[in-house]
């Protein structure tokens, strides 16, 4: 189709056209001979009233005339146009309005075939605007022009963009409703907190663990349950602030605490805490331990007007770990006894052996070699004695070890299991930088770690490496000193793996207690450091790797 917009003289039968405006205009110079519905000197009576009505309008008008729908439009419905306007004048509906035809397409076929008006509001009409598909939406009619035969030559669309307030009051009514729903929420939530926190005060009643609450900057104590009562002696305690009703509380810092939970709203947890109680004056304290909470009570304007206090006392269980971990050291001791009277029983055999040579030598010179060789291995016994006296010294403040240090020690003491088992011994230092540390405690780890890798190379000789190295633990960038203990044993199993440093685990039945790696464990934190374990279980490469890591810092 030719859409052709041109400039020329207007004739007498333009002036049919009573319009002003610049769509008047140029709907008067159009080529419309090259259209379907032809010259305006050939426009039926009822095309030039409709389009001068329509051009006389001040609402957004658009004239699809005969059965190609060719537009006509005013003014104001221009700017509904955009980018299109004014090349969608005289074009064809069907293949113009390809944007909105899926839409409304089926409503003008049904008015040009039915004569029945079609009226929508707030419709969503996606059009074209700009190159660009946008959801619009409009308010607009669709109305027959029938012709003085009574049949539809035209369709008359008033229509009114909407898109603006449409999509206000559609989000308005949004958040609207997602204001009301978060308000039933609200709602719902603080019933459902005061039924909770009811059924709540009556469930602490009844349970095992300590809850009392305490009331206001003072800390009243306004609510005990039985294991509260028995945990302070069944004393006179309810109405009374904390540092009144135990003075030992206050001593001990625990009213301290109290006070920062109610200054800053935050929890405070306190695991294994010591608590020392005083039944009666005069009396030693009671030593209790106890896992605890103060968690601040917060009201429903979220002011805290309290706090409650939820905890366990975990005495007993504090008590049988240090009996438990008593018995581990002396089991170590025990295991270090043994080692020791390994290594001494084979020199102080050649001693005696010399000895009695050198009484049964023919010459002073033969007696001289003998004494000197009985020499030798009485150094050798000293050493060990002297390394196994690093191992058992307590010391009151930390000192400074290098790596090379620890490992002579710990490889001397087991020095009679390594040969016995055809062990190669691997030492890799490259670390001289000293260490401050508990140097016994790290060497009763050590050791540790060394006779376990000897245990899993029972079965055929092997090759243990020792090896230090500065390195930096980069989950917090601390640097310090890793220490490697690698075997070529059996290797762990994965499952078993997840387990090992739990109390009381041991894959050695009778022969171990569990506690080897728990206790060596509990030694790297005191220290700050970490303690890593990897292994593998493949033909001819299995192995497992323990990293000791310390910081020079802690």
């Not at 509260?228 to 004393?235: A, D």
């Not at 770990?321 to 270090?336: D, H, P, T, Y």
Request: net charge neutral; charged share 20%.
């Amino acid at each position: 189709m030719q859409n052709i917009f041109q400039l020329q003289e207007p004739e007498n039968h333009v002036g049919r056209l009573i319009g002003m405006g610049e769509m008047a205009d140029r709907i008067r110079v159009f080529n419309w001979e090259a259209t379907p519905i032809g010259a305006i000197s050939g426009w039926s009576d009822t095309l030039i009233v409709t389009a001068n009505m329509m051009l006389s309008a001040r609402h957004p008008i658009l004239l699809l005339w005969g059965p190609e729908l060719v537009l006509l439009y005013n003014d104001a419905f221009s700017p509904i146009l955009t980018d299109r306007h004014p090349k969608a004048l005289g074009d064809f509906g069907r293949q113009f309005w390809t944007d909105v035809w899926p839409v409304v397409g089926q409503q003008l076929e049904s008015v040009l075939l039915h004569g029945q008006t079609v009226a929508n509001e707030n419709a969503l009409v996606p059009i074209l605007r700009n190159g660009t598909l946008e959801d619009a939406y409009f308010n607009y009619s669709y109305s027959p022009v029938f012709d003085l035969d009574g049949r539809v030559a035209g369709i008359v669309t008033i229509c009114q963009d909407v898109t603006a307030t449409t999509l206000a009051d559609r989000q308005r009514a949004a958040a609207e409703e997602a204001l009301r729903l978060r308000q039933e929420e609200l709602d719902k939530t603080v019933r459902a907190l005061r039924a909770e926190r009811t059924r709540l005060l009556h469930i602490v009643q009844q349970a095992p663990a300590f809850f009392a609450l305490l009331e206001g900057p003072d800390h009243v104590i306004s609510m005990v349950n039985p294991p509260y009562m028995k945990l302070v002696g069944n004393r006179e305690i309810l109405g009374k602030p904390v540092a009144e009703a135990l003075p030992e509380a206050l001593a001990q810092g625990y009213v301290g605490l109290l006070d920062k939970v109610i200054s800053t709203g935050e929890p405070f947890v306190g695991q294994g805490a010591r608590f020392d109680i005083i039944w009666a004056p005069g009396q030693p304290p009671d030593e209790r331990y106890v896992d605890f909470v103060y968690q601040p009570l917060r009201e429903e304007d979220n002011t805290i007007s309290g706090i409650i206090v939820l905890g366990v006392d975990v005495t007993e269980n504090k008590r049988s770990q240090k009996a438990l971990i008593q018995n581990e050291k002396l089991a170590s001791v025990g295991r270090l006894t043994a080692s020791i009277a390994h290594e001494i029983n084979n020199p102080l055999a050649a001693v005696t052996n010399l000895l009695f040579l050198a009484g049964a030598a023919g010459s002073m010179t033969e007696v001289r070699d003998f004494l000197e060789r009985a020499d030798i291995e009485l150094r050798r016994i000293s050493a060990i004695t002297n390394q196994t006296l690093s191992f058992s010294k307590t010391m009151v403040n930390p000192k400074k070890v290098t790596a090379s240090e620890l490992i002579g020690s710990v490889i001397g003491v087991h020095q009679s299991r390594l040969m016995n088992g055809r062990i190669t011994v691997e030492r890799r230092i490259r670390s001289h930088q000293p260490i401050s540390c508990f140097d016994g405690e790290i060497r009763q780890v050590l050791s540790n770690l060394v006779a376990n890798a000897i245990d899993s190379m029972q079965s055929a000789a092997g090759r243990l490496v020792l090896r230090s190295r500065n390195s930096t633990n980069w989950s917090d960038r601390r640097k310090g000193l890793s220490l490697t203990v690698a075997d070529t044993g059996a290797g762990i199993h994965p499952a078993i793996r997840k387990k090992i440093f739990e109390p009381f685990f041991s894959t050695k039945g009778q022969g171990g207690t569990g506690l080897g790696l728990s206790v060596s464990l509990e030694i790297v934190a005191r220290h700050k450091g970490t303690l890593k374990v990897r292994s593998r279980q493949v033909p001819n490469r299995s192995g497992t790797v323990f990293t000791l890591f310390l910081p020079f810092e802690s």
